[in-house]
């Protein structure tokens, strides 16, 4: 789930106590549960979008998940891997490919190049679009509808129904990055490629992502409409922006040079197309390559041959330039450092990739502690950022050891401190204060403290900020006993 968010306390703790976890959940379905709402932040995409990211407490990620279960364990779910993405984006090609006549050769043993797939598939076009805000517009009365058409036991699907409309205090959306709704969306947005597939268009799906291959442009227009008005039955808005009609050939060859890139397993799955790249931008068997690309990358363009405008990247630059510090960051490579400010300034969205690379970095001597500080300084503050940004600059204080530091460390705990504070969102501020308690700069009764004013759903994070703190603590206390017997044997024995 969270890919898009920096790492959660460590979840071994929480298994240790399952049998608790599970007897407080009894506990309050037995009392008539009070769902409580999730604390949110939002994440940066590209350009001014936003995605909004929730914290579920424990109890309602124990129930959520098992409702959803309950729910759907009796219906076939398409998965969302690389994999059967790249399988999904491949299948127009290959279905016009199969249509197309076999090649023969002319009187004179000649093959003309308009006679050779993909040229000569019956196939001429392929319409690529998506759902716009998918998951923050699924209706739960539509969902309830298609859980039950599918077979689901109505008494648990309105429970399952209840809790999500309690979770939001309104009848819309599913908490992102969860693999309950991943699920749930499958199931709701079948619906629409079933629609399509009765209308007689060929149309494949990986999730909210559409593909439909047609033989004419005025087939493609239709397929638009009928696309549009398929979704809007069910709530949804097609996506404008990414709505392209390609030539088949164009499609053809865009696609059947792809594979899937061994930085799979880093990135989301709602991003898992940046997974799949061309054979020729694949960064991560050659450090020396990536390392070329972001070279290029620079905020001043004075007309070098080359050079990247940042300020001018697209989603395509966007995807390399992921791939390029994730190749580098494999190789444990430090040549990319430089670059980290400037991506994360102009591509919001590439903050969760660029504290990653910086983090491989503390292993091995690959680069100073004080070059990582002075990365993370810039981003702290002189980088303008959202609260998204800012947990992953505290994850990349609280991890890369800099904090140890003692030049400049004054000037990180107070950021730190401020992160911390009651004007902070609820989410940042636990970051914060896990950070702090690394950091030794909080003690227990003020985690303590700082954890009666938060939500529920970030009780975890102050739980291992005094865990973390306790055994500090208890280590200081021992070392002290010992330290203490030694001075008294000592003296005993002079």
Known sequence: MRNLLPPEPDW??????????????????GSGMVVRK?????ARKSR????????????????????????????????????????????????????????????????????????NSPVKYVVKSDVVA???????????????????????????????????????GLPQLHQSSDALSEVYIDAVERNMLRLGYAVWRFNDDFRVAVKGFMEALRALEDLDGSLREIGLTLNEVKTTIPTFATYYLEVMGLEVSATG?????????D??????????????????FLDRVTDKPDGSLGEL?????????????????????????????????LLVRYCAELTPAAIKYVLTLRVGRRASRSKLAEVLDELANRTATNDWQKMWVVHGYKDSGVLDLKRGRPSRVEWLR??????????????????????????????????????????LFYAEAARVRGAAEDQKKRRQSFADDLLLAKLAAS
């Not at 999730?38 to 939002?42: D, G, I, L, M």
């Not at 997974?275 to 070329?292: I, P």
């Not at 970051?431 to 909080?442: N, P």
Request: charged share 30%; net charge negative.
């Open 275 to 292: 997974v799949v790249g061309d054979y020729t931008d694949d960064f991560t068997q050659d450090a020396d390559r990536a390392a070329r």
């Open 38 to 42: 999730p604390a949110e932040v939002s």
């Open 309 to 341: 405008d940042v300020k001018d990247f697209g989603p395509s630059e966007v995807r390399l330039a992921r791939r390029a510090l994730a190749g580098l960051a494999r190789a444990r490579d430090a040549r990319g450092l430089d670059k980290v400010a």
């Open 418 to 459: 401020d992160c911390a504070n009651y004007w902070s969102p609820p989410a940042l501020q636990a970051y914060a204060v896990w950070a702090l308690a690394v950091a030794g700069e909080v003690d227990v009764p003020e985690v303590l403290n700082l954890h009666r004013r938060a939500p529920e759903s970030l009780h």
């Open 265 to 273: 397993s880093v990135v989301p799955r709602q991003e898992v197309e």
């Open 134 to 172: 998918f998951y923050r517009h699924v209706n739960h009365k539509i969902l309830r509808n298609e859980l039950i058409i599918q077979g689901s036991d109505y008494e648990l699907t309105d429970h399952l129904i209840e809790f999500l409309g309690e979770l939001y205090g309104h009848h819309v």
């Open 48 to 119: 001014h979008g936003l995605r909004p990211l929730p914290f579920l407490g424990l109890v309602e990620r124990v129930v959520y998940a098992a409702l959803t279960d309950a729910v759907t364990k009796e219906i076939q779910l398409t998965g969302r891997d690389p994999e059967g993405w790249l399988e999904f984006s491949r299948a127009p090609a290959e279905y016009g490919r199969e249509l197309s006549p076999k090649v023969e050769e002319s009187s004179r043993g000649v093959v003309r190049f308009g006679d050779l797939p993909p040229w």
């Open 12 to 29: 071994s703790t929480v298994r240790d106590f399952a049998g608790t976890i599970e007897r407080m959940a009894r506990s309050r379905l």
